[in-house]
Every structure is written in structure tokens, then in C-alpha cells.
């Protein structure tokens, strides 16, 4: 029996539609239009697209989009000053800088320089310790979408076996913490882990960020298992490219309990949590709680 597809497509539409109405309430309330700088560096093709489908995503659901697009020869300087001028702008609730950055810039630098208030991407340092260390916190928007996912298919996380195969501090280490606070038993394991297979094989919860196209076949899945794939890539075979992720979908569907698709998994997801880390920091920044959605 094949598993079930988690479709982030509709689970993420379903959380716009709840952000969508939650910012109507929150600006005619206090008259303020939650606002999203997002900062793309060159022209490639792919982060062109992938900002031009947050900007749209902003707009539908009632924000205000602040797109900056920069040359590839920009220098630190100059970026870290468009980074202050959008910290200290109050109509600007969120900055976000597009990665990867041109090798004459230091992402840490970068991502150090946005006020951690309005860190929406849950990169900057402090809200990397706030989050391990169970305190307030902006977390990256891919875990958050991993966990929402998850919580679709289990509504309890507490106990069971979890395994993070990916140990990254954008996606592998934030999502672990995550999945520790919803009490999971967490194992995080990469690429140079012993046995890989055998610890697929033991988790309940497998999720899978290494960058490796269809890395993980079907008989390392356990059956039953739920398995989120974060991992994308384009392949090409017979002439013809495709996207794809970690996990060979194929043979995972045959065998696991519930898993994501690529694309119209995690992708979808992921916009769906940066417009809701976005809302949050505007309640946060007017002096308020944001509502849980």
C-alpha cells in the first residue's frame, strides 16, 4: 500500500489563508501593514524566481513587500548599510537577505547585522540560542514547516523515534531542536555517520536534508515511517531534467506510513512560515503576542 502524500501545497495554502485573515484583523486594528524586505544579491535565475514567488505571497495575503535587488559585484559595506537602513525603517517588520551571498561577502556578518527582531529567517545568532535553549525565539522557516508537516500525520511527537539525517545550521541543527521540544527522542546523523541505513531504519519521524539527489532508497525507510524530504535537486536523465529530492520518492512511497513529495512538499510550506514569522515580528515589534495560528 502506498503512503500518504503530505501535500504541502494545500496544508500551506490552508496556513496563508490563516495569515491572510489574521493580518486583516491585526491592521485594522492598530493601522499598521506588516512589511517583508527581502534582499537578492545578482541575478540568478533561480533566487530571481524563488524571491518573485515570496513577493507575491507577501502581497496576497495583505503585507507589504520591500524587494531590493543588488548587483554581484555589491561590496559588504554597502549591503550591511541597506541591512542597517532596513532594521531602523518601522514599516519594515522583516528583513530577509537572499543566500548564498557573492564570495566578497561574509554571511555571518550579514546575518549578524539584522536586528534579530525582525530575523523572520531565524539565522542571526541570538535566535539560534533562544531557540536550543527552549526561550522565545524566530526559528528558520524550513524546520518550522518541517514540524507543521509532521504534526499533520502525528498529532503527538512526544516519545517517538526521530532521526535528522542533515546537520546544517539553516535547516539539520534548528530542526533537531525543534523536534526535541515537541518532546521526540532525537538522533542526528550526516553523511559521515556509521550505518546510515540502520538508522533510518529505527526512526519513526525521518527527516532528510543533505543535498544528495534520491540518497536514501526505499529499504532504508522503516515501514510505517513518516518521512519528510527537504533535500531538492535537478536531475537530468534521458535528455530530460527533473526535480527531486534526498529520498528515492519512488520506493519510499511503497513503504512508508506518510511522506513529502518534491516539489509540493516542504517548498510550499516554507513561504507559508516566513509570512507568519513575518506577522509575528510585527506584533512583536507594535508591543503585542501574535495569536497561535
Same mark, same amino acid.
Given at each position: 500500500?502506498?503512503?500518504?502524500?503530505?501535500? /504541502?501545497?494545500?496544508?500551506?495554502? +490552508?496556513?496563508?489563508?490563516?495569515?491572510?485573515? @489574521?493580518?486583516?484583523?491585526?491592521?485594522?486594528?492598530?493601522?499598521?501593514?506588516?512589511?517583508?524586505?527581502? %534582499?537578492?544579491? /545578482?541575478?540568478?535565475?533561480?533566487?530571481?524566481?524563488?524571491?518573485?514567488?515570496?513577493?507575491?505571497?507577501?502581497? @496576497?495575503?495583505?503585507?507589504?513587500?520591500?524587494? #531590493?535587488?543588488?548587483? %554581484?559585484? $555589491?561590496?559588504?559595506?554597502?549591503?550591511?548599510?541597506?541591512?542597517?537602513?532596513?532594521?531602523?525603517?518601522?514599516?519594515?517588520?522583516? %528583513?530577509?537577505?537572499?543566500?548564498?551571498?557573492?564570495?566578497?561577502?561574509?554571511?555571518? #556578518?550579514?546575518?549578524?547585522?539584522?536586528?534579530?527582531?525582525?530575523?523572520?529567517?531565524?539565522?542571526?545568532?541570538?535566535?539560534?540560542?533562544?531557540?536550543?535553549?527552549?526561550?522565545?525565539?524566530?526559528?528558520?522557516?524550513?524546520?518550522?514547516?518541517?514540524?507543521?508537516?509532521?504534526?499533520?500525520?502525528?498529532?503527538?511527537?512526544?516519545?517517538?523515534?526521530?532521526?535528522?539525517?542533515?546537520?546544517?545550521?539553516?535547516?539539520?541543527?534548528?530542526?533537531?531542536?525543534?523536534?526535541?521540544? =515537541?518532546?521526540?527522542?532525537?538522533? !542526528?546523523? #550526516?553523511?559521515?555517520?556509521? +550505518?546510515?541505513?540502520?538508522?533510518?531504519?529505527?526512526? =519513526?519521524?525521518?527527516?532528510?536534508?543533505? /543535498?544528495?539527489? @534520491?540518497?536514501?532508497?526505499?529499504?532504508?525507510?522503516?515501514?510505517?515511517?513518516?518521512? !519528510? +524530504?527537504?533535500? !531538492?535537486?535537478?536531475?537530468?536523465?534521458?535528455?530530460?531534467?527533473?526535480? $527531486?529530492?534526498? $529520498?528515492?520518492?519512488?520506493?519510499?512511497? =511503497?513503504?512508508?506510513?506518510?511522506?513529502?513529495?518534491?516539489? /509540493?512538499?516542504?517548498?510550499?510550506?516554507?513561504?507559508?512560515?516566513?509570512?507568519?514569522?513575518?506577522?509575528?515580528?510585527?506584533?512583536?515589534?507594535?508591543?503585542?503576542?501574535?495569536? @497561535?495560528?
Amino acid at each position: 500500500m502506498s503512503a500518504t502524500i503530505i501535500d /504541502g501545497k494545500a496544508i500551506g495554502a +490552508d496556513l496563508r489563508a490563516a495569515i491572510k485573515a @489574521e493580518t486583516a484583523r491585526f491592521r485594522a486594528a492598530r493601522g499598521i501593514v506588516p512589511g517583508l524586505a527581502v %534582499v537578492l544579491i /545578482g541575478a540568478d535565475p533561480a533566487s530571481q524566481s524563488y524571491v518573485a514567488s515570496k513577493s507575491r505571497a507577501v502581497t @496576497e495575503v495583505g503585507m507589504q513587500p520591500f524587494d #531590493h535587488h543588488l548587483p %554581484v559585484g $555589491v561590496s559588504e559595506v554597502e549591503l550591511l548599510s541597506l541591512v542597517q537602513k532596513l532594521n531602523a525603517n518601522p514599516a519594515v517588520h522583516g %528583513v530577509l537577505v537572499q543566500l548564498p551571498l557573492p564570495p566578497q561577502i561574509s554571511t555571518k #556578518h550579514v546575518i549578524a547585522s539584522i536586528d534579530p527582531d525582525k530575523d523572520v529567517d531565524g539565522f542571526h545568532p541570538l535566535n539560534a540560542g533562544r531557540l536550543v535553549t527552549s526561550l522565545p525565539a524566530f526559528a528558520p522557516c524550513t524546520p518550522m514547516a518541517c514540524i507543521r508537516l509532521i504534526k499533520t500525520v502525528h498529532a503527538s511527537l512526544a516519545g517517538r523515534d526521530a532521526l535528522m539525517l542533515g546537520r546544517s545550521h539553516i535547516v539539520g541543527t534548528p530542526l533537531a531542536a525543534l523536534l526535541l521540544k =515537541e518532546n521526540a527522542t532525537v538522533t !542526528i546523523a #550526516h553523511t559521515r555517520s556509521r +550505518d546510515l541505513p540502520a538508522l533510518c531504519r529505527r526512526a =519513526e519521524i525521518l527527516c532528510v536534508a543533505i /543535498g544528495r539527489a @534520491e540518497h536514501v532508497p526505499g529499504d532504508w525507510i522503516r515501514p510505517g515511517a513518516t518521512v !519528510i +524530504d527537504i533535500g !531538492i535537486s535537478r536531475v537530468v536523465a534521458g535528455g530530460k531534467s527533473r526535480i $527531486v529530492g534526498d $529520498v528515492n520518492f519512488a520506493q519510499a512511497r =511503497e513503504v512508508a506510513g506518510a511522506i513529502t513529495p518534491v516539489p /509540493g512538499g516542504v517548498g510550499p510550506m516554507t513561504i507559508a512560515c516566513l509570512l507568519l514569522n513575518t506577522l509575528r515580528a510585527a506584533y512583536l515589534q507594535a508591543g503585542a503576542t501574535a495569536p @497561535e495560528i
